[in-house]
C-alpha cells in the first residue's frame, strides 16, 4: 500500500535541465534509501543516483558533475536535478525507495521496495 508518483519528464534540447520529483504516500513510518534509475528499450534499468536515509549520495559515472539528488523526508519527496542533459541521458526515469513500517501483528519492523510507473526524459540533439 505505498505508492509513488513521479513527475517532471519532458522532451528538452541537449544542454537544457530538468527537475524530476517523486512523491512517496501510503502506509510506512519512514523510508530509508530513496533513488531514480534509468532504462532504455534493449537496456537494463540503471541506477542513476542514490541517496540513504542520513543523506549520503551516490551517483552513475555518466551523471556525476551534471545531476544533482535531493530528498525532503517532511515531505516525502525525491528530486532530481539534472543540468546540461545530453542525448544519451535519454529514457524512462523510474523512481525506487526503500519504505519501513511496523508490523503491529507480528511486532517487527520491516523494509520493502517499491517502484514508480516511469517518466520519459527525451534529450533531442
Known amino acids: 500500500q505505498v505508492q509513488l508518483v513521479e513527475s517532471g519528464g519532458a522532451t528538452v534540447q541537449a544542454g537544457g535541465s530538468l527537475r524530476l520529483s517523486c512523491a512517496a504516500s501510503?502506509?510506512?513510518?519512514?523510508?530509508?534509501?530513496m533513488a531514480w534509475y534509468r532504462q532504455s528499450p534493449g537496456k537494463q534499468r540503471d541506477l542513476v543516483a542514490k541517496i540513504s536515509g542520513i543523506g549520503s549520495k551516490y551517483y552513475s559515472d555518466s551523471a556525476k558533475g551534471r545531476f544533482t539528488i535531493s530528498r525532503d523526508d517532511s515531505k516525502n519527496t525525491v528530486d532530481l536535478q539534472m543540468n546540461m542533459l545530453k542525448p544519451e541521458d535519454t529514457g524512462t526515469y523510474y523512481c525506487?525507495?526503500?519504505?519501513?513500517?511496523?508490523?503491529?501483528?507480528?511486532?517487527?519492523?520491516?523494509?520493502?521496495?517499491?517502484w514508480g510507473q516511469g517518466t520519459q526524459v527525451t534529450v533531442s540533439s
Open positions: 525506487y525507495i526503500e519504505a519501513r513500517k511496523f508490523t503491529q501483528e507480528t511486532m517487527t519492523w520491516g523494509s520493502s521496495p517499491h
Open positions: 501510503g502506509d510506512f513510518a519512514t523510508i530509508n534509501t
